[in-house]
């Protein structure tokens, strides 16, 4: 029996999943922007830049909660079938 969910469609927390992961990318640019003169010996970035390093872990969550939405609908698809 074929499912009814076809491979193409957007699943509930697809959007944030991908929402998600461009601002962790975002995140580890700026991460690597930051701590790169720390190597060369030249003068550090403004503070500011070390606040946007933080971005990693707010894409991270972001995807997170991305996956349980995607969990929780799954579920609930799951009990309407068993009805």
């Known amino acids: ?4 969910t ?3 469609s957007a699943a509930p927390g697809d959007g944030l999943i991908r929402a998600g992961v461009v601002v962790f990318f ?3 640019v700026a ?3 930051t701590v ?3 190597f060369l010996g030249t003068t550090p970035f403004p503070t500011y830049m070390f606040g946007l390093s933080m971005l990693m872990g707010i894409g991270f969550l ?4 991305g996956v349980l ?3 929780s609908a799954g579920r609930r698809q799951a009990r309407e079938a068993v009805r």
């Open 36 to 38: 790169t003169p720390l």
């Open 6 to 8: 076809q491979t193409n």
């Open 31 to 33: 991460t690597l922007v």
């Open 26 to 28: 975002i995140g580890a």
């Open 69 to 71: 939405r995607q969990i």
């Open 62 to 65: 972001i995807a997170g909660a």
């Open 1 to 4: 029996m074929r499912d009814k």
